[in-house]
């Protein structure tokens, strides 16, 4: 939400200079307005406490009206959300006011500090800024429930903002805390080779966490590079429920395998969640090769994501074939390939050890290309207890059959048998040159007699094209009783913001 937009998901519009639209806006707030004050905190709550907040909208829209003020300072949960943004687009840092007000009017509600630096220049207010940015939070410690911290950019770590100086203080302040969730994103991995950077700061504080963060669940560690390797940080992370670890620029010579990871997660049973990017990386041939492990831990979501053009294909099916999860209900696999006979052997030698995912029930799957009109197998009967698939591509057709090199192209659709879905979920740019597609697979589930256990069916496409549920339900062949049908269109932008989407 920008300073110059209002709830707009809700209908209203930008303040435009014109008097009609001043009007029209005026009217849309009354519309608004009449809403009891129950439901208007509840859309105000919706719209403000999304990932991308920015720390000035609860002010900018508590100086709406006198209603949206009493409403905004009865939700104290609208305050808990501590923000420290520098660097070129991000100057929206709350002020000490801004800081000292949000923590009284947040009452004793668990709180969520987070700071973003971007390529910002070595200026003497930058530390003044970020020190009494932290001397108002570091106050509140004990409250803290979320900590995360993103670096943008290079340059950084030759300014004047560095966490060494707060080091105690910051100790004193996880070790008291109630943090259970700490989020640490580096996004320009060759700024940080040399020693002394934060980088190896963090690194020392996690390889500790056991004594630093006692409640300490949930883990997101991202773009750690030698010789700060976020595997290295990974067997300190007792207790941990879920853990979201990307590494990249690991060259073959490194010494950096997934070994460290296959005991960590051997060992530590609590952990429930697990998602692995790789970004430029290349998994070499680690001991794990040609022996499969079976993990006993709950693991019930693993999510793997690659962007790799030179070794996407290995990093794909070494992920798939060396680890077992038996407990797993939800796989999704999110990679970029360069490359398209790469991406048909991708296929091709990650599904062979489809028995490592016995219990498979949900199966998303997202692939951008770098040219159209490629298409592979999804074997979906080796996964006979898959119930939800969601699938995605950036490509102007499907890049998937749902079949067996014996299904679709090899005698029809009327030949081939599909797991009993209850779900089907598309992603495509444009859903006119999908329709075939999905027309097969309804043939296939009502020749099969599994046409009646389709529950859901969702096609989401690019927003410049209008399509109905009429539509959808037109290809389907179905009849009003298949009211579940929806269109809409999420981004494309990245894993994170789809597989949000996705859940």
């Known amino acids: ?22 009007t029209l806006w005026k009217t849309r707030v009354q519309g608004i307005l009449s809403l009891p004050d129950e ?17 000035h909208t609860p002010v900018l829209l508590s100086h709406v009206c006198r209603r949206f003020r009493r409403c905004i300072l009865l939700c104290p949960v609208i305050w808990t959300r501590m923000i420290y943004c520098h ?23 668990p709180l969520e500090i987070r700071i973003v630096i971007d390529n910002f220049q070595d ?48 100790f004193d302040a996880f070790r008291s805390s109630t943090l259970e969730l700490l989020k640490v994103d580096f996004y320009e991995g060759d700024s940080f080779e040399k ?47 879920e853990l979201d670890i990307a590494l990249s620029d690991i060259s073959a010579d490194a010494d950096v395998d997934l070994d460290i990871l296959a005991s960590y997660l051997q060992a530590h049973r609590a952990l429930q969640t697990l998602k692995l990017d790789f970004y430029e990386c290349y998994i070499k041939d680690w001991e794990l090769r040609g022996r499969n492990v079976v993990f006993s831990s709950p693991v019930s979501s693993v999510t793997i994501e690659v962007h790799s053009y030179e070794h996407g294909v290995e990093n794909i099916w070494k992920m798939l074939n060396n680890f077992k999860f038996p407990n797993a209900t939800h796989l999704s696999i999110f ?52 119930k939800k698939l969601k699938i995605a591509s950036n490509s102007d057709r499907m890049p998937f059959n749902l079949v067996s090199k014996s299904g679709f192209g090899h005698g029809g659709p009327h ?29 296939v589930l009502k020749a099969q007699g599994d046409w009646d256990s389709l529950k859901n069916i969702v096609v989401w496409f690019h927003r410049k094209y209008r399509m109905e549920k009429e539509d959808v339900q037109r290809w389907l062949g179905a009849n009003e009783t298949l009211a579940t049908a929806q269109v809409g269109g999420p981004s494309f932008a990245s894993r994170r913001s789809w597989m949000s989407e996705c859940n």
């Open 1 to 22: 939400m920008t300073s110059d937009t209002l709830l707009s998901p809700y209908g209203v519009v930008s303040r435009q200079k014109s008097p009609r639209k001043t």
């Open 39 to 55: 439901l208007l905190l509840f859309i105000i709550k919706d719209v403000l406490y999304g990932e991308e907040q920015l720390p």
């Open 87 to 109: 660097g070129s687009g991000r100057r929206f840092t709350m002020s000490t006011e801004r800081v000292r007000a949000g923590l009284e009017r947040s009452g004793k509600l």
């Open 123 to 170: 200026e003497d207010s930058t530390q003044e800024k970020f020190a009494s940015f932290m001397e108002r939070v570091l106050l509140a410690s004990e409250r803290w429930k979320e900590f995360k911290i993103e670096y943008h950019g290079k340059g950084y770590f030759e300014g004047p903002i560095s966490f060494d100086a707060l080091s105690d203080p910051l």
């Open 195 to 241: 020693p002394g950077t934060d980088a190896g700061f963090w690194t020392t504080i996690l390889s500790e966490s056991n004594s630093r963060f006692p409640r300490l669940r949930k883990v997101s560690l991202y773009d750690f590079t030698p010789p700060f390797n976020g595997l290295d940080i990974v067997p300190a992370l007792d207790g941990i429920t």
């Open 335 to 386: 990679f970029y390939i360069d490359d398209p006979e790469e991406y048909h052997q991708t296929f091709d030698r990650a599904f062979e050890a489809h028995d490592h995912y016995p219990s498979l029930e949900t199966l998303k799957v997202f692939v951008s290309l770098p040219e159209d009109g490629v298409t592979v197998d999804l074997p979906l009967l080796k996964f006979p207890g898959i």
């Open 415 to 443: 030949n081939y048998k599909l797991p009993s879905l209850t779900s089907l979920e598309v992603y495509t740019p444009n859903p006119e040159l999908v329709k075939d597609w999905i027309a097969d697979v309804a043939k």
